[in-house]
């Protein structure tokens, strides 16, 4: 990862978290569904949602230490 940000200028990590500090529901997922939830999070908390998401950027080999 450090190498491919350093050649691409953006950094990815196997897993980014937002919103997940107080999040009472966290969606887990892939690809182009958790832009849009991201986007959409504003809106779920002005709801009194406490919602988050966690893009999974890795499906080989699986983050799961850093996803727990």
């Known amino acids: 990862m450090p190498e491919y940000s350093e050649l691409s200028g953006r950094e990815y ?3 980014q ?3 997940c500090e107080d999040a009472d529901y966290v969606m887990v997922g892939m690809g182009s569904i ?3 939830v991201r986007a959409i999070l504003p ?16 499906r ?3 983050p799961e230490a850093e996803l727990v």
Do not use: E, M, N, W
Request: aromatic share 10%; proline share 11%; no cysteine.
């Open 13 to 15: 990590k196997p897993v």
């Open 17 to 19: 978290a937002y919103g």
């Open 34 to 36: 958790t832009d849009d």
């Open 43 to 58: 809106y779920l908390r002005s709801q009194g949602l406490q919602v988050g998401v966690v893009p999974i950027q890795l």
């Open 60 to 62: 080989q080999p699986f």
